[in-house]
C-alpha cells in the first residue's frame, strides 16, 4: 500500500537485494554527473586555453583560415581593442619576383582609393609583419587588414 510505496521512496525498503540495486543505482548515477562535470570542466579549461594561446598579430587575434592562394592565406580576425570583426589578408613576400610585387603594391593603392558600398574597404597595411608559425619561428609576410565579405567569398557566388 502507501506506507510500503513511501518507504521505498525514502530507502526504508526491507529487501537487502533492492537496497543493493538502489544503492548501485547512486553510484552509476552519480559517476555519470561527475564525469559530466569532469567533461565540463576539461572542455572550459581547453577553452581558456585557447584563449590564451591565441595568436596575435599586430593588435588582431586570428581566427580559422578563410582561404588559400597562390601568394598567401585570408584568416578571420579580431581587433582586441574593438571587437571589430576583420579579414586579414597574408600575402608571402619572399616568394615574389618583382613583378609580383608592383602588383601587390597596384592592389593596395587601388584598393586605398576605392570607397564604394560593393567594395570591401581596405582598413590597414602592414609590410614587415611578425607571423607566428606553428612550429614557434616567425614569418615576414605583408598583411592587409580587410573589411570582411558578408555572406563569404567571391568563390561561393561564382559557382
Known sequence: GLWAYLAGAFGAEKDPDQQER???????SSGK?????CFEVRKEAMA??????????????????????????VKAGTDVTTGAKVALKFVDLQSMNDRKRRQLETEIDCMMRLSHENILE????????????????????????IEP???????????
Open 22 to 28: 538502489r544503492r548501485q543505482r547512486r553510484r552509476r
Open 33 to 37: 554527473l561527475a564525469a559530466l562535470l
Open 48 to 73: 581558456e586555453n585557447r584563449r590564451q594561446d591565441a595568436r596575435v598579430v599586430d593588435g588582431y587575434e586570428l581566427g580559422r583560415t578563410l582561404g588559400l592562394g597562390m601568394s598567401g592565406k
Open 122 to 145: 581596405l582598413r590597414h597595411v602592414n609590410m614587415d609583419t611578425r607571423y607566428p608559425l606553428v612550429n614557434g619561428g616567425f614569418a615576414p609576410p605583408a598583411m592587409l587588414v
Open 149 to 159: 565579405a558578408r555572406g563569404g567569398g567571391l568563390f561561393r557566388f561564382i559557382m
